[in-house]
C-alpha cells in the first residue's frame, strides 16, 4: 500500500541535523513529499532553534521535545536519526520495534553485537532501516558506478577511499559547541568514520549483493596532530594542550572482498591538508582516480605516457555519457552537489512504497561494522579480523533487493 | 687513503644496465671519476652491445666476460649490481668476500635470511654496500626530505608512496626480452618493488638512525590485470594467455615504525594507470602530496577549504628556498631528473673516500627485507610480520654515519 505523503520525525539538531531540517526537509515538506511531524534533541535550546526556523519557513509546528523516546511513541512513518554516532543504532533499533522506519545517518558502530542486534530487529519487525549514506549519491561515485556497470572499466580489481578532511578546529572545539567528536577522538582509536568511502565501492562491488568483505587488517600512526593544533592556536594552557588523544592521526585500513578485490581506506582527520575523499576505481580496462578528477582508459590513454598531468580533470568529459538514473531523473540541467536530496529522497521513496532501500539493514550492518573491526585489528597489532556475514549466507542468492539505484544488473 | 680514479666493473647489462652504462657510467668516465674496467651478463649479445657502445664513445675497452665470478677476481674498486632481482644480494656478497666495494640497484630480497647474510658479511669484511635507490635523489623527495629537516612540516607522522606503474607490456613480453619480471609475476605474491618509495621515506623518518621499521601487514588484491591484457592485446592463443599469475594486481602494505609513525606503500603495476610514486608526506604543521605536486602549510593554506586544486602544482614555489645540497652541488641551473647520476656520485664518493655511503647495508637489508615480509603476511592473510633490526641496536646510536646527504641533524 502506498502511503500519500509521509509523517517523518527528526531526532538530532545538531550542525547536521540543523542543516538537514533547512536544506533537505524542508525542501521535501515543501515539494509536498513529507510532513514534518516531530523534531527532538537533548538539547533545549536547539529544539528552539529547530522550531524558529520551521516556524520562519511556514511550517506547521511539530511535535518537540528532548525526549527520542516521546518522539518513538507517535504515529510516524518514518524517522531520521542525525545524533551522535553513539546513539544511531540504539535509536534506529526501538524505532523499528515501534514500527518506525528508520533512517540512519552516516557513523560506525561501536561492537559488532549491535550491528546484529540492528539485522535481527529489523528481521524480526519486518521493518527494513536505510543508511543514509550520502556519499553514495555523489556525482562522481554515481558516474563511477555507471562506468562500473556499463564494463567501461573491465573486471573491478581494486577501490580505495578516504575520509580526508581537516577536523583539528571541530574537534578542538568540541567541548564549547557540544561535539560528540571529542570525547570519542580522546578515547577510541579507529576509522571512526567509514561510510563515505565503504558506501559507494561496497555499491561498486556488489557488497551483499554477490559479494562480501571478509575481513581487514588496521594500523594507526601516533596522534599528535590534536596536541600541536590545540597549542598553537589555544595556548599551552589550553584546558586540552595536555589531553592525550588515543586517536591516531591517520588510520590505514585494507578489506579483502570475497570476489578477490582489495579495498583500502584512511581517516585523516587532525592533520593539516586539503578536502578529499580520495574515491579510486581500478579495474582491467581504466579506472576513475578521484584526487585529480581523471578517467584513464585502456586503448584511449598512453600506458607509457609518465606525465599524468595529462588526464588530470578529464572526468568531466565523460560526465554526460555516464550520467547515472538518479542524476538524469532529479538534475537535469547537471548543477550542484545535490548528494543529501538524493539519499533522502531514495528513503522517502522506499518508506512510500513499503520497498527494501537502496541501502538496507545489511549494508548499514557491515559498513558501520569497519569500525569496531578496526578497533580491534589496531588493539591487536594490525591483526587479521573477520567481517561478519550480516545476511547469513543471504549476499550469495539475493531475492529481496529492490530495483533500485544501485543494481549492477544492465537490463 | 683517498683513491683517485676508481676501478669499476658493471654487472648485468639488460635495459637498466645499458642505460645506466650510457647515461651515467660514460659520463663519470668522462668526468674522470671512474675506470669502467670490466663489464658482464650472462647474455653474449648483450656483452657485445656494451663493448660496442664503449667503443663508440672512445672509452678504453674493458674486461669483457659472461661469467661475474670473473669480474670479481679483478683487482676492482667497486662493482655496480644491475642484474635480474635474485641474483642482487648473492653478487653482492661475493664482492665484498672479494674485497671490493658493492653498488646494488633497485630491486626486494627473496627471504629475511639473504639480507642478514649481507648485513653480516659487510661487518665481517669491513667492506660497506650501498642501495643504490635513485629514487632517494629525486627532486621532489629530496625538497621534501629538507622541508622536514628543517621542520616545515612540524612532526612527521605519516608517509606514503607507491610503485604505480603499468608494466603489462614488460612482462607480457617478458620471454622475448628475457625480462626477469615475468618469472616472478608468474611464481610470487609480494610487494615486489618497495624501495623506490621506502627509501626516500626511510630517510625522512630517519629509520636505522633514531627509528627503525617495527612490522608491518600486507594485503593483495586478486591478479587480473595480466591476463585481460594478454588476451586484448596479444590473443586468446598467446603462449601466456591461460597462465595463472600468482602476482595480485595491486598489494597493499602498511607499516609501523618504532616513532609511532606510520608508512602506506602500495605496488601497483599490472592494471591500466597513469605513472607515480605517490610519495606523501604528512606533518603536524604540514605536507607535501607528490600526485597533486602539492605543499599544504599550516597557516599559509586554509584548513577550510574544500577546493584542494587551489594548491596544485604549487610545490616548485617552494623549490628554490628548500633546495637540497646535492641538488645545488650539481644541478645549480635546475633542469632534468638526474636521480642516477645523483646516486651513482654518491656512491663512488663513499668508494673514494672509504666512508659508509649515505644508503648503507643496513638500509639495504631493511628496505629490501619489505619485500620477504609481505610476501609472508600475504600468505598467511594479512597477519603482522615484524621486521628485523638489522643494526642489532644500533640504530637508537648510530656512530657510523657519514655526515652524508641525508643527515637530519641540522649544524
Given at each position: 500500500m502506498k502511503k500519500e505523503k509521509l509523517k517523518v520525525g527528526a531526532i538530532g539538531l545538531g550542525n547536521r541535523g540543523t542543516s538537514i531540517l533547512k536544506y533537505t526537509l524542508i525542501p521535501f515538506y515543501e515539494e509536498g513529499m513529507?510532513?514534518?511531524s516531530a523534531i527532538c534533541d537533548n538539547y533545549e535550546d536547539r529544539v528552539e532553534r529547530g522550531l524558529k526556523e520551521l516556524e520562519e519557513k511556514g511550517v506547521p509546528k511539530p511535535f518537540a521535545t528532548t525526549d527520542y523516546r516521546e518522539v518513538l511513541?507517535?504515529?510516524?512513518d518514518a524517522v531520521v536519526i542525525i545524533t551522535s554516532w553513539e546513539t544511531h543504532v540504539g535509536i534506529a533499533i526501538e524505532a523499528m520495534k515501534a514500527g518506525i522506519y528508520p533512517g540512519i545517518e552516516a557513523g560506525g558502530a561501536y561492537n559488532v553485537e549491535e550491528c546484529w542486534e540492528l539485522v535481527e530487529t529489523s528481521e524480526k519487525t519486518g521493518i527494513p532501516c536505510m543508511l543514509l549514506e550520502n556519499c553514495c549519491y555523489g556525482r562522481r561515485e554515481l558516474m563511477a558506478f555507471e562506468m562500473v556497470k556499463r564494463g567501461l572499466?573491465?573486471?573491478?580489481?581494486y577501490c580505495q577511499g578516504g575520509?580526508?578532511?581537516?577536523?583539528r578546529y571541530e574537534v578542538s572545539h568540541g567541548e564549547e559547541n557540544r561535539h560528540y567528536r571529542l570525547k570519542n577522538y580522546i578515547h577510541r582509536n579507529c576509522?571512526?568514520?567509514?561510510?563515505?568511502?565503504i558506501g559507494p565501492i561496497a555499491k561498486i562491488l556488489g557488497i551483499n549483493d554477490g559479494n562480501r568483505m571478509l575481513y581487514l587488517t588496521s594500523m594507526s600512526s601516533k596522534a599528535r596532530g590534536l596536541h600541536d593544533y590545540i597549542v598553537d592556536?589555544?595556548?599551552?594552557?589550553?584546558?586540552?594542550?595536555d589531553t592525550v588523544f588515543n586517536q591516531g592521526d591517520i588510520i590505514s585500513t585494507t578489506i579483502k572482498c570475497s570476489g578477490g578485490e582489495l579495498i583500502h581506506i584512511t581517516l585523516d582527520t587532525t592533520l593539516p591538508r586539503a578536502y578529499s575523499r580520495d574515491f579510486t576505481i581500478r579495474g582491467t580496462k581504466g579506472g576513475y582516480f578521484e584526487e585529480t578528477d581523471s578517467v584513464f582508459l585502456d586503448h584511449t590513454h598512453?600506458?607509457?605516457?609518465?606525465?599524468?598531468?595529462?588526464?588530470?580533470?578529464?572526468a568531466e568529459e565523460y560526465a554526460e555519457e555516464y550520467k547515472h538514473t538518479v542524476w538524469k531523473k532529479y538534475f537535469p540541467k547537471g548543477g550542484h552537489d545535490g548528494m543529501d536530496e538524493l539519499v533522502y529522497r531514495a528513503f522517502f521513496e522506499s518508506v512510500k512504497n513499503g520497498t527494501n532501500p537502496p541501502i538496507d539493514v545489511y549494508d548499514a550492518a557491515a559498513w558501520m561494522s569497519i569500525t569496531a573491526l578496526t578497533e580491534k585489528s589496531i588493539a591487536l597489532g594490525g591483526a587479521p579480523v573477520e567481517i561478519p556475514d550480516f545476511t547469513k549466507g543471504k549476499w550469495m542468492n539475493r531475492t529481496d533487493i529492490a530495483d533500485g539505484d544501485f543494481s549492477l544488473k544492465i537490463k
Open positions: 513529507i510532513e514534518i511513541k507517535l504515529d510516524l572499466f573491465g573486471e573491478i580489481v575520509y580526508l578532511h581537516d577536523l576509522e571512526n568514520y567509514p561510510t563515505h568511502e592556536r589555544k595556548g599551552k594552557d589550553d584546558k586540552y594542550a598512453d600506458e607509457f605516457e609518465l606525465d599524468r598531468r595529462k588526464i588530470w580533470e578529464n
